[in-house]
Nanobody, 127 residues
Framework: VQLVESGGGLVEPGGSLRLSCVGS????????LGWVRQVPGQEREGVAS???????RYSDTVKGRFTVSQDNAKTTMYLQMNSLKPEDTAMYYC??????????????????????WGQGTQVTVSS
């Protein structure tokens, strides 16, 4: 599986950004897709995930502000981020693993076998 993110950048607090992730090379019938983020010196944090059937899950820190979605062809995944806060500043990685997503959202941090991550895109929230 290959994942390529885009869409990061600098935004003021309260602003919005949309991240995109183009995936290819899927070998299994179903995948959990989603986003994790990481601040230097800290562990990766699961942010949002979406199953093949469209079921989405979010961490408590972004629920109500971020929305994960896929296009109809299921080749591109998006993360719409609204009401951004300085604490959202991090490197954001697109991630996937075969099978269904777990409820915790943390499965994409590496808990599941065959998890793949993209190269990351930086999001900086600052005035």
């Amino acid at each position: 599986v290959q994942l390529v993110e885009s869409g990061g950048g600098l935004v003021e607090p309260g602003g919005s950004l949309r991240l995109s992730c183009v995936g290819s090379g899927y070998e299994y019938g179903s995948y959990c897709l989603g986003w994790v983020r990481q601040v230097p010196g800290q562990e990766r944090e699961g942010v949002a995930s979406i199953d093949t059937d469209g079921t989405s899950r979010y961490s408590d820190t972004v629920k109500g502000r971020f929305t994960v979605s896929q296009d109809n062809a299921k080749t591109t995944m998006y993360l719409q981020m609204n009401s951004l806060k300085p604490e959202d500043t991090a490197m954001y990685y697109c991630a996937s693993h075969p099978g269904q997503c777990l409820d915790s959202v943390q499965d994409l941090t590496g808990l599941m076998p065959k998890t793949t991550w993209g190269q990351g895109t930086q999001v900086t929230v600052s005035s």
